[in-house]
């Protein structure tokens, strides 16, 4: 089974709680990472945010719908 993709959020954040809803409607499997806990990630993603993560380091940020989601993780290596 595939690692879970790695979700970078913040509580508050309305783009946030719309990734998420695609993520769930596609049945993916993720962790969610709040990027205030840690301030190389605000530095990182502050004004990215949402983003989505493989394992491998690919990454997939807002905006994305649910046939984008798709395209991307079809192209996983």
Known sequence: M???LSFYTTAGC????HAETIL???GIRFSA???EE?????ERYGIRIPVVADASGREL????DGQALAHWLSESP
């Open 14 to 17: 309305h783009l946030c709680e």
């Open 24 to 26: 769930l409607d596609a």
């Open 2 to 4: 595939a690692e879970p």
């Open 61 to 64: 940020g807002w905006p994305f």
């Open 38 to 42: 840690e301030l190389a990630l605000i």
């Open 33 to 35: 990472i709040d990027i």
